[in-house]
């Protein structure tokens, strides 16, 4: 499954240390979101962000899921 973009984010604030990394990927036609989030060195949940043909949804779905973090002080490691 190619991996179009991707990217890995982290928090820490005070004893607050967490992580959030989405990828978009195609596969036959199928473009789809994911991210995996959660304390860093912990078990990660993952959540499908998007999943279908319309590529520029996925894109838009992407970059929704990676500003709402970067507004919250999320940083790119």
């Known amino acids: 499954m190619p ?3 991707s990217v890995n984010l982290a928090f820490q604030e005070g004893t607050s240390d967490k992580v959030y990394n989405v990828s978009l990927t195609e596969e036959g036609g199928v473009f789809t979101v994911v991210a995996f ?4 060195g912990a078990k990660l949940t993952m959540t499908e ?3 279908g043909s ?13 500003g709402e973090k970067t507004k919250k002080g999320y940083q790119s490691v």
């Open 49 to 51: 962000k998007y999943s």
């Open 54 to 66: 319309d590529k520029s949804a996925a894109v838009a779905a992407y970059g929704g899921a990676v």
């Open 3 to 5: 991996v179009l973009d």
């Open 37 to 40: 989030w959660g304390k860093r």
